[in-house]
Every structure is written in C-alpha cells, then in structure tokens.
C-alpha cells in the first residue's frame, strides 16, 4: 500500500495493492496491520457506510461534534470528488480543506481522522461510497458545515446546482460552526 500526506497532513490518500489479470482483480481493501504499518495510525474501525448516488449530488459537509468520526473513504464505483475540512480550533490548519478525487477503477482511499467535516461531489453518472468509521453514528450530535461558505472557498466542481438535502443546503457557516478543541 502506498501512502501520500495533503497538504494537511493527518489527511491522507491511500492506495492498496491491486492485482489484476485477465479474470479481473483482487484487492485488499482493508487490513488493519498494513494500515497501522504504513500509516502509523492504529484506529478500530465500528460501523461500514455504503451510499449510491446520482451524477451532481452532494453530500456533506458533515461531522460529529460528540462521538467523533475517523473515516476511510472508497468508491465502489463510479467517481466522486472527496472533501475534508479542519474543524479542529487548535489546529494551524484550522478551516482549510483539502480534495482528491476516488474513483473505483484507482481503488484509492482516502483517510480523514476525527475533527474534521466531510463531504463529496458526484462526477460520474453514478458512484458508490464506502466508509468505514471509528465511532457510531449519533443524529443527535451530527452538524453539517455550510457546502459553499466563501470562508471555506471550497471550488466544487459542479456542473450546475448540485442535488443536497435541504440539511445540507443549510449548513453553518464556519464563523458560527462549532467545533473541536
């Protein structure tokens, strides 16, 4: 497995090994030694998320501010763009953001520890998301970061409006988010 740092750098890309021949190919998509390895973050994962979407909707930026959530983000198919935000106050990289681009054909991952907000964009016609977190999932201690705060200047690459839930669509601008210590 290969591992890249963001330009936040407890953000990271992930790239397993794929083997493949003429019957297709075989990945390992999860191990948690050779994650622990390669990483030097040994986390237990709890909960498996798998979502379909549509080309242009948008999810996110979601977080937990109790019960914070360490994600490892795949696509099972199709093409998203992956977004997480530094909501972590004492941080220097507080309210930046970084992206790359998952898709199922690369198998890349992308791993984004708890503290941060996340979201993705749909590029393909359609995509699948799986992710694996560190803690359960609480409604009652999830927030949603306003997608298009100029604060965050995120440059979603969208054809158009994109198709979010009304929750989404009316998220809290960073000024006003609340956020990890």
């Given amino acids: 497995m290969r591992v890249t740092r963001t330009e936040i750098a407890e953000v990271l890309i992930i790239?397993?090994?794929?083997?493949?021949?003429?019957?297709?190919?075989?990945l390992e998509s999860y191990n948690r030694r050779a994650f622990q390895q390669a990483t030097g973050i040994d986390v237990e994962f709890v909960q498996d998320n798998h979502s379909r979407s549509a080309r242009n909707v948008l999810r996110g930026l979601h977080y937990q501010i109790r019960q914070p959530q360490g994600k490892l983000v795949r696509v099972t198919?199709?093409?998203i763009w992956d977004v997480a935000v530094d909501l972590r106050a004492s941080s220097k990289t507080f309210g930046k953001w970084v992206a790359s681009t998952l898709d199922a054909s690369s198998a890349r991952c992308m791993w984004i520890p708890a503290g941060f907000a996340h979201g993705f964009l749909v590029l393909s016609e359609a995509a699948e998301v799986q992710y694996k977190t560190t803690d359960y999932y609480a409604p009652e201690h999830e927030r949603t970061l306003l997608w298009n705060d100029s604060a965050l200047g995120i440059p979603w690459p969208s054809s158009g409006d994109p198709v979010m839930t009304e929750k989404d669509r009316r998220g809290?601008?960073?000024?006003s988010a609340e956020r990890f210590a």
Avoid at 172 to 175: D, E, Q, T, V
């Fill in 15 to 26: 790239e397993p090994r794929v083997f493949a021949d003429p019957r297709g190919f075989f």
């Fill in 77 to 79: 198919a199709g093409e």
């Fill in 172 to 175: 809290a601008p960073l000024a």
